[in-house]
């Protein structure tokens, strides 16, 4: 089956301190892989994105995240944490099937409180 | 170039009533997403449609929840009769392909 875990539901860190986000997926099908971030009512955005190449794979305001194809992981981090990091952290997978269809599955997200 | 437009931004209504959202995807992309936000969740996904035609719809709730793309632009999904728990915030996404996925700002939806 197709899965999205998102392993803490809650994060809660010092400011400055480094801080990873785990997700992990199951699947027999090839991915692409996104992190999303929400702030408090507001859209998601989107924070970064593993399509093919490196595995390592760097975002907006400062992320990061690398694939890790034999662990199925996209764990996500940032060395040095804000305040305005403070939101909730998403991580969604396109399956992606031989067909040619695909499917955009979110996992059930990491709040990131980041403390002074 | 323009986002993903959807409207109206909130909506309250009494249960049983309907309801419905509009969707205007980004020009020239052909994959729409409707999905459901209920608070303290990730989005799970409602329906999937490729220019007009559905892809998936296997966990829209046929009996009240509909949806339509027309002309393989514009699209509306709505809810007859709502439950309380439909209660939630209601995303459309448009893509050209697999990655490039654009997120509207949703439509919170409250029922009382």
């Known amino acids: 089956a197709q899965s999205v875990t998102q392993l803490d539901s809650q994060v809660p860190v010092f400011e400055e301190a480094p801080v990873e986000l785990r997700c992990n997926y199951s699947s027999s099908v090839s991915v692409y892989l996104f992190w999303y971030v929400q702030y408090p009512n507001q859209g998601l955005q989107l924070l970064l994105k593993y399509l093919s190449g490196s595995t390592l794979v760097k975002g907006i305001n400062g992320f990061e995240a690398e694939f890790n194809k034999s662990q199925t992981s996209f764990h996500l981090r940032k060395p040095s944490v804000h305040i305005s990091d403070t939101a909730e952290y998403f991580c969604a997978v396109n399956f992606l099937t031989q067909g040619g269809s695909e499917k955009l599955v979110f996992g059930k997200g990491t709040k990131l409180t980041v403390n002074p | 170039e323009a986002g993903v437009a959807q409207s109206p931004r909130y909506k309250i209504i009494e249960k049983r009533q309907s309801v419905a959202f509009w969707c205007n995807p980004i020009s020239g992309h052909a994959t729409l997403y409707w999905y459901q936000q209920i608070l303290g969740q990730g989005p799970k996904l409602l329906i999937q449609?490729?220019?007009?035609?559905?892809?998936?719809d296997s966990q829209l709730p046929k009996d009240r929840f509909s949806a339509e793309r027309l002309k393989g632009v514009d699209s509306t999904l709505k809810i007859q009769p709502a439950k309380l728990e439909d209660s939630a915030v209601y995303l459309c996404?448009?893509?050209?392909?697999?990655?490039?996925?654009?997120f509207g700002s949703g439509t919170r939806l409250t029922v009382v």
């Open positions: 449609f490729q220019n007009n035609g559905v892809v998936d």
């Open positions: 996404a448009s893509s050209p392909k697999g990655y490039g996925y654009t």
